[in-house]
């Protein structure tokens, strides 16, 4: 049971460090920030009970091997049903899709964090595989500042360009690795203005 236990609090925190740090971009893994932490304290602490054992002798009693084997359980579990219920949420009532590109591989999602103070759009371009998606970040638009300015007419202009707005903006992207090379301009919209 100690290698277990061991294994489990080496396995957890790994797995949520991962998911914590995201380092392919994955769509799917973005909101559940809560859960990967939690999987990171867990695993650390079935980790130093277990490597401490019961009077140094590294043994635990069986009441806690059996508390620490339903603890790692239950984060397992959560993880899996926290990321069935994020793909079965899909696009939310702020985030929409507003073109796909013509292989059907890629869409330009638009993400509205508008509110009374600051009404702000974003623009991203995404790859289409659910949970495994990634997404690039193309800009964003104040609309109290922006002149008119929308998002909302972006489309793609060929294998690797997005034309956003009345102005015609021409932004490029990297469609293998799904990373923007070029962004809106930032008198459109300040970074700061944007939290999604």
Not at 60 to 80: D, R, T
Not at 138 to 148: I, P
Not at 170 to 176: A, G, I, M
Request: aromatic share 6%; glycine share 14%; hydrophobic share 50%.
């Amino acid at each position: 049971m100690r290698r277990a236990g061991i294994a489990t609090g080496v396995l957890l925190p790994g797995i949520g460090t991962a998911g914590l740090a995201n380092p392919f971009r994955w769509v799917g893994m973005g909101g559940l920030w809560a859960l990967w932490a939690s999987m990171t304290v867990i695993g650390a602490v079935v980790l130093v009970i277990t490597a401490a054992g019961k009077n140094g002798t590294g043994r635990l009693p069986p009441i806690g091997s059996f508390l620490l084997a339903m603890a790692a359980m239950a984060v397992v579990l959560l993880a899996g049903v926290a990321a069935v219920l994020d793909i079965a949420d899909g696009d939310t009532e702020d985030t929409r899709v507003v073109d796909v590109s013509a292989d059907g591989r890629l869409r330009l999602v638009v993400h509205d964090t508008s509110n009374v103070i600051d009404p702000v759009t974003a623009l991203y371009v995404e790859s289409s595989g659910g949970f495994f998606a990634r997404r690039a970040f193309l800009g964003c638009v104040n609309h109290d500042s922006a002149g008119g300015t929308s998002v909302e007419s972006a489309r793609f202009g060929g294998a690797d360009t997005v034309i956003v707005g009345e102005q015609r903006w021409t932004l490029t992207f990297d469609p293998d690795g799904v990373r923007a090379i070029d962004t809106l301009p930032p008198d459109v919209c300040t970074a700061q203005l944007y939290t999604g």
